[in-house]
């Protein structure tokens, strides 16, 4: 009650100071907003979609002028726009927002005017050909709620109007400012008057570059040779291994491999390379071999990416693009970045995401100091710190003030999105603030975990590069064995800690810490190199165990285990096997209830949609829907692949037409979509049915139409 007292008392006052004085606001053109409190954002400086006009015709107006929808006339007035202004507050608390606009009877009856605040979105229909109720041409939308964390966002379209559309300029009114306001006298001024040149204001952000990376020197004492031999004794002896399983053959071990390094299936030209070759250190040449591929960077670039991925939330009218970021990542792991380095670069990205793709954590998450506080620690440290955001850890030791110090660290950090391109997304500074305690207001400044405060006031790239420094360091023992977790767990579907990422002594702990730490010094050692450490895991004999097929129990790492197959690997296991192409989908149109449809998907993001998972979750979250089961079995596009008419230039024709004999077609069948050759019973089977269909053809095209949807197809052995 007190509230909407003090609006109105506020909306009476200025109201009858705009009725005083009427010659000084409607003799000339432009208002002098010099002494006006607030926050003032004029036209110019929202983000618009749709034909927009500028005008100067009803005076006075802020700045150069205003813009509107257009006349009635108009064609174009009718079609949908928008604008959204957006500001940073300096604190949270209630302010009153104001919009600038002048009226007549042509003017648009109900606007509408969409806040965002605490408390929810606000939808109110403002009737402009009314006078405003205000100082000059402002009008007085109401006061609401809002956080410092979180950007004041206001929409005004034209749907359903009735009229025309005017915008001038908003202001925000902090409770502070409002009797500054009520004495605030709006005078007009000439639009060709001389002004005196304004005071020059500190810049509210700006772009800071963060120094280039430096590793630190690796002392004697951390240097560490580590074969695979000895790494399989540390597993044998940790893991108390008394039963194994046999080694894989080298079919197997190709398929395996293959699909480990370059996310796909080999082709059958690699399937019969690799068994003429007999020399007996084939395997560990076909390791490197693989990771010197340009495939290995963008396949764990696809994983990296889904680790990010699932955890960004999409912003309103922007979708997440992940190809620039992707083609980096990928990129720097295929030159042999350290992960360190790569790191680094993540956390302190500063530009926009087009021509600083590492800019896209901080950017895509909007400069969110909550979501970057938790995500940061989850992927870089194996730590989950979420759960003490609102309250203490409920279950191990992490105050809430620990989260709010790793958020601090965020906090000068800004994020500006433009309308529907992601690509344009741009990570900068701004000069000034400080983190706060949520139900408090107590200040926080930056540490890590235990670690010393910084300063007050330092700036925010020296506050992220202090953090990046201190993640990547090789005295940070969390970093790596991070890395080492998540690495293990895609190459022996088992990490040495579950969750995968909560590892920290505060959060779990590992199953097997001697191997783990090893590990972990191994990469330090080896300078966070990726390609040395999945080196030294393939060439193990504990990565190239078989299955455990009669299903007693072995112990951890004792043999391997089945692995559903992301996305991205079953769209490039399709497109070598039968030659799958990635068709891109059409763009939806825009209408006047979507304004923005969502990209068009490719083949290759269908089949990420129904296949892909939270590399995160463990193996019990991967889903087996009925949309995966579905898309094998009746996609149009897949579909056309599985035709064996000689005009139909698919990989099933080309076998057909190149193997007259059924033993020699089936093999190649076999070879190009499960990788190996077929036993005497799948041989036996098929020859059968083959032989009990009168049309080899069609019997063909079911053969590879089963073996396509069979559960093998779909997974890792």
């Not at 999945?534 to 455990?548: F, G, P």
């Not at 299903?551 to 992301?566: N, Q, V, Y």
């Not at 059968?688 to 197809?713: G, H, K, M, Q, V």
């Amino acid at each position: 009650m007190k509230r909407l007292m003090r609006v109105f008392v506020l909306t009476l006052s200025v109201a009858l100071l705009s009725t005083s004085a009427p010659s000084l606001l409607w003799a000339k053109d432009r208002l002098d907003t010099s002494k006006l409190p607030g926050i003032l954002l004029d036209d110019q400086e929202a983000k618009k979609t749709g034909k927009w006009h500028d005008s100067t015709h009803a005076k006075p107006y802020v700045g150069q002028g205003y813009i509107h929808s257009g006349q009635l006339s108009d064609p174009t007035s009718k079609e949908s726009k928008s604008v959204l202004f957006e500001t940073e507050l300096p604190a949270s608390g209630y302010y009153s927002i104001y919009l600038s606009y002048n009226s007549a009877s042509s003017r648009a009856a109900a606007v509408p005017i969409s806040i965002k605040h605490v408390d929810g979105i606000e939808e109110i229909r403002l009737d402009q050909r009314k006078k405003p109720e205000g100082p000059a041409s402002f009008h007085l939308l109401g006061e609401f709620s809002f956080s410092a964390d979180q950007k004041l966002e206001v929409t005004i379209s034209n749907q359903d109007a009735k009229g025309i559309v005017i915008i001038d300029a908003l202001l925000i009114v902090s409770k502070e400012e409002e009797q500054q306001l009520a004495k605030f006298k709006p005078v007009a001024i000439a639009a060709n008057a001389v002004k005196k040149p304004a005071a020059k204001k500190k810049p509210a952000s700006i772009l800071e570059k963060a120094p280039a990376f430096v590793r630190g020197a690796l002392s004697d004492t951390d240097r560490v040779s580590f074969t695979s031999n000895q790494l399989d004794q540390l597993i044998e002896k940790e893991a108390r291994i008394e039963k194994t399983t046999d080694i894989i053959d080298d079919e197997q071990f190709l398929r395996r491999a293959t699909l480990d390094v370059i996310g796909r299936m080999p082709s059958e030209a690699e399937t019969m390379e690799f068994a003429q070759d007999h020399s007996p250190d084939k395997r560990s040449k076909l390791i490197d071999r693989l990771l010197d591929s340009p495939s290995y960077g963008n396949n764990w670039a696809n994983y990296w990416s889904d680790v990010f991925s699932y955890r960004i939330p999409q912003p309103q009218l922007t979708f997440l693009n992940y190809d620039t970021p992707k083609k980096w990542i990928g990129e720097e792991l295929n030159a042999g970045t350290g992960w360190d380095d790569i790191a680094y670069q993540i956390l302190t990205g500063s530009g926009k995401v087009a021509d600083v793709p590492a800019a896209f954590f901080v950017g895509f998450h909007q400069a969110d100091t909550s979501r970057l506080a938790s995500e940061t620690t989850r992927i870089f440290l194996g730590t989950q710190i979420e759960c003490a955001e609102c309250h203490d850890h409920p279950f191990v030791d992490i105050p809430q003030e620990r989260f709010h110090q790793m958020a601090a660290f965020f906090v000068r950090t800004k994020a500006e999105l433009p309308w529907n391109d992601s690509n344009q997304i741009k990570v900068s500074s701004k000069t000034s603030g400080e983190h706060k305690m949520p139900e408090t207001g107590k200040e926080m400044m930056p540490a890590v975990f235990e670690g010393d405060e910084l300063t007050k006031g330092i700036s925010d790239i020296e506050r992220r590069t202090n953090l990046s420094r201190w993640i990547t360091s090789r005295d940070n023992k969390m970093f790596a064995k991070a890395f080492v977790n998540r690495v293990w767990d895609r190459l022996m579907d088992e990490a040495l800690c579950d969750p995968i990422d909560d590892i920290s002594d505060e959060s779990g702990y590992s199953s097997f810490p001697e191997l783990h730490n090893a590990v972990g010094d191994y990469f330090i050692s080896v300078d966070y190199d990726a390609k040395s450490l999945i080196r030294l895991m393939m060439n193990t004999k504990t990565y190239q165990r078989d299955l455990n097929r009669d299903g007693s129990t072995l112990g951890l790492l004792s043999a391997a285990t089945p692995k559903k197959l992301r996305g991205d690997e079953i769209f490039d296991s399709l497109a070598v096997s039968i030659q799958l192409q990635n068709v891109k989908g059409e763009r939806g149109k825009e209408t006047e209830t979507v304004r923005f449809p969502p990209p068009a998907k490719s083949t290759r993001d269908l089949i990420n949609e129904a296949f892909g998972y939270d590399p995160s979750l463990g193996k019990d979250f991967r889903p087996q829907t009925m949309q995966q089961a579905m898309y094998m079995m009746n996609n149009k596009q897949l579909q056309a692949e599985v035709n064996a008419k000689k005009n139909s230039d698919t990989k099933l024709a080309e076998i057909l037409k190149n193997s007259k004999d059924d033993r020699h077609a089936i093999e190649r069948l076999f070879v190009n979509i499960l990788a190996r050759k077929p036993t005497e019973s799948d041989m036996r089977v098929s020859l059968d049915f083959i032989a009990s269909t009168e049309n080899r053809n069609e019997a063909y095209e079911d053969l590879l139409w089963s073996l396509l949807n069979s559960a093998e197809f779909t997974t890792r052995r």
